[in-house]
């Protein structure tokens, strides 16, 4: 249904996309976190949003996976943050609530629309 691919839908479909990408990563920070040697990896969300505002991005296109810097490394040289990652994923779950619940009301908007069309 393309008709109903609002500029709106399209950054929101972006974010979406993004918050599922960093989830997968955040998940595998975690279940790597006794895995010596091991190093957090992350995306630039806020970064790779800006280029999607900027129209630099395509929907289709999977934002950079880059290694984090600056967390402590234990003597194994693993750097997972537990309460790190355990924060992203609340942070990721409100953010997902909240971006599906705009969705939703582009929808109910959208079919309001077409419902007062038909009148």
Not at 1 to 16: G, K, P, V, Y
Not at 47 to 68: H, I, K, N, W, Y
Request: charged residues 20%; proline residues 3%.
């Amino acid at each position: 249904m393309s008709w109903m691919h609002t500029a709106q839908l399209s950054l929101l479909e972006r974010f979406l996309d993004m918050s599922a990408t960093r989830q997968t990563l955040v998940s595998t920070n975690l279940a790597n976190v006794d895995t010596p040697g091991y190093h957090t990896r992350d995306i630039d969300f806020r970064g790779e949003m800006q280029r999607a505002m900027d129209g630099f991005t395509l929907v289709s296109s999977s934002p950079a996976v880059r290694q984090v810097r600056g967390l402590l490394a234990r003597p194994d040289g693993n750097n997972v943050s537990v309460d790190r990652e355990s924060l992203l994923l609340a942070q990721l779950q409100l953010q997902f609530k909240a971006a599906t619940a705009i969705i939703k009301a582009e929808f109910v908007r959208l079919n309001n629309a077409i419902k007062e069309g038909q009148s």
